[in-house]
């Protein structure tokens, strides 16, 4: 009783059996094995046993029926033998319950699937078909060894299998990539229409392919309909793929790729011998693969080798063109030498561009010239013992970075000397001048950096030393004016006094240009001044600070009106006297000297110290150049007081000679005249009238001292030495006025005015503090409302009158 098997297909699983003589099979009901199959038709084919033995016999089925992926002629009984794989519609079956082929699309096995070509074929088509397939052997052997372009031969194989198998609509060789184990298509070619067109991509089936690959055995399906879907991938779907076959390319063991051609028009498009055929000539062309790609590696070892001349004479003489290339397109000036004289003397054979452009000179001017001849520095600068000692040697030598200088260049090197086979020395060497600069420049910005960093830190020691300094003149100046309204009928006291607030008013000048001066970052405020005043300043500076073995001479007109900013210029001139101190260090004459000249204001800054070259004047005012060493100076450079200047719409210039002094000469236009305003009597004083105010400072000697000034000029006082104190006191002593210190431990000033102004959005709070940013645009944007005034330290009578009554009065 024979029994049949579903292997594959929509009813994989199911089993029949074969009772009667004759067992018809169908998509209809009435057959005698129905099956679900809409690949099959209603009446498809019938079984036949006879003895032991089974036949089929095709019912003229639309499909037709399949024993071993061939279709069996239509009328004709054919056995089934045990091992069959049977193939009705998408149904595939086998009298084997796990059939070793399983299914058509199942790999072959490699060793079964390498034929040897039986000349003995009787039939005129097999003979024919057998020729044709030696002559693809023989076309693509002869390919191979005309070739080692992998994507060239592997294109022309391509060509060679669509030309003689005309049932391929598609043709692809993949190979794997070895350093990345990816897949990638090397060539790809179509038939449209019944011509061969090249394209970027083909979509072919990436499962049979990555089978075949991880099985490294072929596939051929001979035709796909009939293929059980669950068996069958979406893209062979979707590219409507009839009939595929794949076969790997191996070489010792390793699968390097694979060939790929498919039919999309109709199934059944190979023949039983072509995958013979391919899988004959992929045994071919892994070694032609394999050969290209030694001879890939092999270029690339060259081309990776060139520079180490002494072990690649024989690669040489292959490769001189591209040699040749790289030697005169290198960026390092490369020389070769002949050893004359047994090693005494060397001449130049070859010269590179680089080398040319390096040196300034022309090839054909030094072929043949002795070394020193050329360059006769070289023997100074123990290169040309270099030269004699490699070529005894043979040993490779390198030297440090070294100056060049003659009469045509100047430029920092590096050199590299080494022998080569034969004999000739090869002499490398780069202009590294570029780099030096570069290397020293960074090298300033980082000193300068660091230096700047230093002066940014004396800045902000100088403004937390200015407000200490100016709560001590504080408490000084407001004891002193409280003396001064005490005792008013006393002269000598009131002179004592009058003696101790000038001196006061002296150290807050004082305080206020040093803040100026480390504080270079303050906004420019443009105004109409008398240049006279920014020089005297700048003389009382130099004058106590500068040797006393440099005589300063001035010679300054009355009344030089300009538009500017009084820092700046005051920074200008004390940096160009700055740098005329520093040129006399053993003494010498600054002469400064301003005048009117027409539409000018002109003046002129001038010593009898060392002087400066022609190159030194051309740098002067570059960014960054200095002939001083970092750390002397004000940090000031020349390129920065020439902004300055030219922010002012002047101009300057500068004339020297070494050993004869220094000259800089600015000139600024000329502003309107301006009325200068005297300034208030110090003793004009607006009195309380019994009005409460609230003093806040944490400083007990400035504290006592605002008490005292306070009271003095007709006003009720309390006071309080940090912000948690003021706010106790503020609610039950209810003032009208809070002077309020801005910088107080425990509680700061901004805190302690922001919640008074929550208990009383009226209050009246006037700001007192040592420091310069505490001024209303340092202020808190919320507070700005709120505040009423801020008054820098120290202040006398009449400053503090004037902010009270103001406050007042608002």
């Given at each position: 009783m024979k029994k049949l098997y579903v292997i594959g297909g929509p009813i994989k699983g199911e089993s029949f059996t074969l009772n009667d003589d004759v067992t018809t099979i169908g998509r209809s009901s009435d057959n005698d094995i129905c099956i679900s199959d809409i690949g099959a038709s209603r009446h498809h084919a019938k079984f036949v046993k006879k003895d032991d033995r089974v036949f089929i016999l095709d019912l003229k089925s639309s499909q037709g029926v399949f024993i071993d992926g061939e279709k069996i002629e239509q009328g004709s009984e054919v056995e089934i033998k045990k091992e069959t794989t049977l193939m009705i519609g998408n149904t595939i079956l086998s009298f084997q319950k796990e059939s070793f082929a399983k299914t058509l699309a199942e790999p072959y096995s490699f060793a079964a699937q390498i034929k040897p070509f039986d000349i003995s074929k009787s039939s005129e088509d097999s003979s024919r078909n057998y020729i044709q397939s030696l002559e693809l052997l023989l076309k693509v052997s002869n390919i191979f060894a005309q070739s080692l372009n992998i994507q060239e031969l592997l294109g022309l194989v391509i060509d060679q299998i669509l030309s003689l198998l005309k049932r391929i609509n598609r043709g692809a060789i993949l190979l794997l990539n070895k350093d990345t184990g990816k897949l990638q298509e090397v060539v790809s070619k179509t038939r449209i229409d019944d011509k061969d067109n090249l394209f970027s991509k083909i979509n072919y089936s990436r499962s049979i392919v990555n089978r075949t690959i991880k099985e490294a055995k072929p596939v051929k399906i001979s035709n796909t309909s009939l293929v059980s879907k669950a068996d069958l991938s979406n893209s062979m779907e979707q590219m409507n793929v009839m009939s595929v076959m794949c076969v790997p390319l191996i070489y010792k063991e390793e699968v390097l790729g694979v060939i790929y051609v498919d039919s999309i028009r109709l199934p059944e498009g190979f023949r039983k011998d072509d995958l013979e055929l391919l899988t004959g000539l992929s045994n071919t062309a892994v070694i032609a693969i394999e050969n290209a790609r030694l001879y890939s590696d092999l270029e690339k070892l060259v081309k990776q080798r060139t520079s180490q001349l002494e072990k690649a004479k024989d690669r040489f003489k292959e490769s001189e063109s591209r040699?040749?290339?790289?030697?005169?397109?290198?960026?390092?000036?490369?020389?070769?030498?002949?050893?004359?004289?047994?090693?005494?003397?060397?001449?130049?054979?070859?010269?590179?561009?680089?080398?040319?452009?390096?040196d300034k000179i022309e090839k054909r001017d030094i072929i043949g010239k002795s070394v020193l001849t050329v360059f006769p520095r070289f023997k100074d600068l123990g290169l040309f013992d270099i030269f004699k000692r490699v070529w005894k040697t043979g040993r490779p030598e390198d030297h440090p970075p070294m100056l060049y200088e003659d009469d045509r260049i100047k430029s920092w090197r590096t050199n590299y000397v080494y022998k080569l086979p034969n004999g000739e020395i090869v002499f490398i060497y780069e202009d590294i001048t570029a780099q030096k600069q570069a290397i020293a420049n960074q090298q300033r910005l980082q000193k300068q950096l660091s230096h700047a960093?230093?002066?940014?830190?004396?800045?902000?020691?100088?403004?937390?030393?200015?407000?200490?300094?100016?709560?001590?003149?504080?408490?000084?100046?407001g004891n002193s004016q409280f003396l001064q309204m005490a005792y008013s009928q006393d002269d000598l006291l009131q002179k004592?006094?009058?003696?101790?607030?000038?001196?006061?008013?002296?150290?807050?000048?004082?305080?206020?240009?040093?803040?100026?001066?480390?504080?270079?970052?303050?906004?420019?405020?443009?105004?109409?001044?008398?240049l006279k005043d920014v020089l005297d300043e700048t003389y009382k500076i130099i004058s106590n600070t500068f040797?006393?073995?440099?005589?300063?001479?001035?010679?300054?007109?009355?009344?030089?009106?300009?538009?500017?900013?009084?820092?700046?210029?005051?920074?200008?001139?004390?940096?160009?006297?700055?740098?005329?101190?520093?040129?006399?260090?053993?003494?010498?004459?600054l002469r400064i000297e301003a005048k009117k000249d027409t539409e000018k204001v002109m003046v002129t800054i001038s010593d009898t110290g060392s002087g400066m070259d022609e190159e030194t004047l051309k740098n002067i005012f570059d960014p960054f150049y200095t002939t001083k060493d970092i750390g002397e100076g004000t940090g000031l450079g020349l390129s920065i007081t020439h902004g300055i200047i030219e922010e002012h719409n002047g101009t300057m210039s500068v004339s020297s000679q070494p050993g004869k002094g220094t000259t800089f000469t600015i000139s600024f236009p000329i502003a309107e005249k301006f009325v200068r305003i005297e300034p208030e009597s110090p003793l004009r004083i607006r009195y309380g009238k019994g009005e409460k105010v609230l003093i806040v400072d944490d400083e007990p000697d400035v504290l006592k001292g605002l008490e005292n000034m306070v009271k003095s000029i007709g006003y009720d006082v309390d006071s309080a030495r940090n912000g948690n104190k003021a706010l106790e006191h503020y609610k039950t002593y209810k003032p009208d006025v809070v002077l309020l210190d801005w910088k107080m431990p425990i509680m700061d000033g901004a805190t302690c005015a922001k919640k008074i102004l929550e208990n009383n959005p009226a209050a009246r709070i006037v700001i007192i503090s040592g420091y310069?940013?505490?001024?209303?645009?340092?202020?808190?944007?919320?507070?700005?409302?709120?505040?009423?005034?801020?008054?820098l330290k120290p202040f006398d009578l009449n400053k503090i009158s004037k902010v009270i009554s103001k406050a007042l009065q608002s």
């Amino acid at each position: 009783m024979k029994k049949l098997y579903v292997i594959g297909g929509p009813i994989k699983g199911e089993s029949f059996t074969l009772n009667d003589d004759v067992t018809t099979i169908g998509r209809s009901s009435d057959n005698d094995i129905c099956i679900s199959d809409i690949g099959a038709s209603r009446h498809h084919a019938k079984f036949v046993k006879k003895d032991d033995r089974v036949f089929i016999l095709d019912l003229k089925s639309s499909q037709g029926v399949f024993i071993d992926g061939e279709k069996i002629e239509q009328g004709s009984e054919v056995e089934i033998k045990k091992e069959t794989t049977l193939m009705i519609g998408n149904t595939i079956l086998s009298f084997q319950k796990e059939s070793f082929a399983k299914t058509l699309a199942e790999p072959y096995s490699f060793a079964a699937q390498i034929k040897p070509f039986d000349i003995s074929k009787s039939s005129e088509d097999s003979s024919r078909n057998y020729i044709q397939s030696l002559e693809l052997l023989l076309k693509v052997s002869n390919i191979f060894a005309q070739s080692l372009n992998i994507q060239e031969l592997l294109g022309l194989v391509i060509d060679q299998i669509l030309s003689l198998l005309k049932r391929i609509n598609r043709g692809a060789i993949l190979l794997l990539n070895k350093d990345t184990g990816k897949l990638q298509e090397v060539v790809s070619k179509t038939r449209i229409d019944d011509k061969d067109n090249l394209f970027s991509k083909i979509n072919y089936s990436r499962s049979i392919v990555n089978r075949t690959i991880k099985e490294a055995k072929p596939v051929k399906i001979s035709n796909t309909s009939l293929v059980s879907k669950a068996d069958l991938s979406n893209s062979m779907e979707q590219m409507n793929v009839m009939s595929v076959m794949c076969v790997p390319l191996i070489y010792k063991e390793e699968v390097l790729g694979v060939i790929y051609v498919d039919s999309i028009r109709l199934p059944e498009g190979f023949r039983k011998d072509d995958l013979e055929l391919l899988t004959g000539l992929s045994n071919t062309a892994v070694i032609a693969i394999e050969n290209a790609r030694l001879y890939s590696d092999l270029e690339k070892l060259v081309k990776q080798r060139t520079s180490q001349l002494e072990k690649a004479k024989d690669r040489f003489k292959e490769s001189e063109s591209r040699f040749r290339a790289v030697f005169e397109n290198m960026s390092n000036g490369v020389a070769i030498l002949e050893a004359i004289e047994n090693g005494d003397d060397f001449i130049f054979k070859d010269f590179n561009k680089a080398a040319e452009k390096i040196d300034k000179i022309e090839k054909r001017d030094i072929i043949g010239k002795s070394v020193l001849t050329v360059f006769p520095r070289f023997k100074d600068l123990g290169l040309f013992d270099i030269f004699k000692r490699v070529w005894k040697t043979g040993r490779p030598e390198d030297h440090p970075p070294m100056l060049y200088e003659d009469d045509r260049i100047k430029s920092w090197r590096t050199n590299y000397v080494y022998k080569l086979p034969n004999g000739e020395i090869v002499f490398i060497y780069e202009d590294i001048t570029a780099q030096k600069q570069a290397i020293a420049n960074q090298q300033r910005l980082q000193k300068q950096l660091s230096h700047a960093q230093k002066l940014e830190s004396l800045g902000r020691l100088a403004g937390g030393v200015a407000h200490n300094f100016r709560n001590i003149l504080q408490a000084v100046l407001g004891n002193s004016q409280f003396l001064q309204m005490a005792y008013s009928q006393d002269d000598l006291l009131q002179k004592i006094t009058r003696i101790i607030n000038e001196s006061v008013k002296k150290g807050s000048n004082f305080i206020d240009s040093l803040l100026k001066f480390s504080r270079q970052d303050i906004e420019k405020e443009m105004l109409t001044l008398d240049l006279k005043d920014v020089l005297d300043e700048t003389y009382k500076i130099i004058s106590n600070t500068f040797d006393h073995r440099i005589k300063i001479v001035t010679k300054i007109e009355e009344s030089l009106p300009i538009r500017g900013d009084h820092l700046s210029l005051n920074q200008v001139f004390i940096n160009l006297c700055n740098n005329a101190r520093d040129s006399m260090s053993s003494g010498g004459e600054l002469r400064i000297e301003a005048k009117k000249d027409t539409e000018k204001v002109m003046v002129t800054i001038s010593d009898t110290g060392s002087g400066m070259d022609e190159e030194t004047l051309k740098n002067i005012f570059d960014p960054f150049y200095t002939t001083k060493d970092i750390g002397e100076g004000t940090g000031l450079g020349l390129s920065i007081t020439h902004g300055i200047i030219e922010e002012h719409n002047g101009t300057m210039s500068v004339s020297s000679q070494p050993g004869k002094g220094t000259t800089f000469t600015i000139s600024f236009p000329i502003a309107e005249k301006f009325v200068r305003i005297e300034p208030e009597s110090p003793l004009r004083i607006r009195y309380g009238k019994g009005e409460k105010v609230l003093i806040v400072d944490d400083e007990p000697d400035v504290l006592k001292g605002l008490e005292n000034m306070v009271k003095s000029i007709g006003y009720d006082v309390d006071s309080a030495r940090n912000g948690n104190k003021a706010l106790e006191h503020y609610k039950t002593y209810k003032p009208d006025v809070v002077l309020l210190d801005w910088k107080m431990p425990i509680m700061d000033g901004a805190t302690c005015a922001k919640k008074i102004l929550e208990n009383n959005p009226a209050a009246r709070i006037v700001i007192i503090s040592g420091y310069q940013e505490s001024a209303v645009n340092g202020i808190d944007a919320d507070l700005k409302n709120g505040i009423k005034d801020f008054v820098l330290k120290p202040f006398d009578l009449n400053k503090i009158s004037k902010v009270i009554s103001k406050a007042l009065q608002s």
